[in-house]
C-alpha cells in the first residue's frame, strides 16, 4: 500500500495551495493522517494531523490560522488547505498515515506514522 500524495506546485507570497492525500488502496482501513514538511537544508518536521474521525486536528505553531487539515466524505482522502503562504513554507510535503483502532488517535510524532506518501514539492516565491 503507499500514500499518493498531489498538489504541490509554485505559487506566489500570500497565495493558496490545497495537497490532497490517499491510500492507493481502498480497503486501506482506518487510519490517522498527517502532513509533515522538509525545508531545503533542514529538517522533517510536524505541520497537521487528524484523526480518523475528523473530530481531533493538532497544527504546528507555523501552521496555526494558516493551514487547515481535513477528511474527505469517505474520510479515505486527507487534506491540506495552506493559505497565506510564505517564503519560509517552501518545503517538499509528506502525507503521513498510521493505522489506529480509535478513532480520536492523533499522532504528532514521525515515529509514530507507518505509511508515508512520495512527497510534493511546494514552492512559494516572494
Known amino acids: 500500500v503507499q500514500l499518493q500524495a498531489f498538489g504541490g506546485g509554485l505559487v506566489q507570497d500570500g497565495g493558496s495551495l490545497r495537497l490532497s492525500c490517499a491510500p492507493s488502496?481502498?480497503?486501506?482501513?482506518?487510519?490517522?493522517g498527517a502532513w509533515f514538511r522538509q525545508p531545503p537544508g533542514k529538517a522533517r518536521e510536524f505541520v497537521a494531523a487528524?484523526?480518523?474521525?475528523?473530530?481531533?486536528?493538532l497544527y504546528a505553531d507555523s501552521a496555526e490560522g494558516r493551514f487547515t487539515i481535513s477528511r474527505g466524505n469517505e474520510r479515505n482522502t486527507v487534506y491540506l488547505q495552506m493559505n497565506s503562504l510564505k517564503s519560509e513554507d517552501t518545503a517538499v510535503y509528506y502525507c503521513?498515515?498510521?493505522?489506529?483502532?480509535?478513532?480520536?488517535?492523533?499522532?504528532?510524532?514521525?515515529?509514530?506514522?507507518?505509511?508515508w506518501g512520495q512527497g510534493t514539492l511546494v514552492t512559494v516565491s516572494s
Open positions: 488502496e481502498r480497503t486501506f482501513g482506518a487510519y490517522a
Open positions: 487528524i484523526s480518523w474521525d475528523g473530530k481531533k486536528a
Open positions: 503521513a498515515a498510521e493505522k489506529t483502532v480509535v478513532a480520536i488517535h492523533v499522532p504528532r510524532s514521525m515515529d509514530q506514522y507507518d505509511f
